[in-house]
Nanobody, 126 residues
Framework: QVQLVESGGGLVQPGGSLRLSCAAS????????VGWFRQAPGTEPEFVAG????????YYQDSVKGRFTISRDNAKNKVYLQMNNLKPEDTDVYYC???????????????????WGQGTQVVVSS
């Protein structure tokens, strides 16, 4: 059983930065594709970024390209989301999710992720 715990959310002004962390326990991330999603109230989670932990292949939603960076530390069994130049529209609950394999096929499909964290709130406001 994999447990994922996100941290690093908070309140930040527009243009500011935050770094989200996703820590896994129960098994290693090394062979799993891991994604970050975000969700506004009343909507489905949307894909933000994903990383194939074994190969390092990386994918981003178009709206965050150039501002967000996903990375991983296999030794610490963690995945990070560095978020720069934050905008009010980035305000959401952010979730870390892991697949049961390293496949990146259909990486934005919610149902392809077997494990989810509890989420961390990000608020971008002046």
């Amino acid at each position: 059983q994999v447990q994922l715990v996100e941290s690093g959310g908070g309140l930040v002004q527009p243009g500011g930065s935050l770094r989200l962390s996703c820590a896994a326990s129960g098994r290693t991330f090394i062979n799993n594709f891991v994604g970050w999603f975000r969700q506004a109230p009343g909507t489905e989670p949307e894909f933000v970024a994903g990383i194939s932990c074994s190969r390092g292949s990386i994918y981003y939603q178009d709206s965050v390209k150039g501002r967000f960076t996903i990375s991983r530390d296999n030794a610490k069994n963690k995945v990070y989301l560095q978020m720069n130049n934050l905008k009010p529209e980035d305000t959401d609950v952010y979730y870390c999710a892991a697949r049961g394999s390293g496949s990146s096929t259909n990486y934005s499909r919610l149902t392809s992720y077997a494990y989810w964290g509890q989420g961390t709130q990000v608020v971008v406001s002046s």
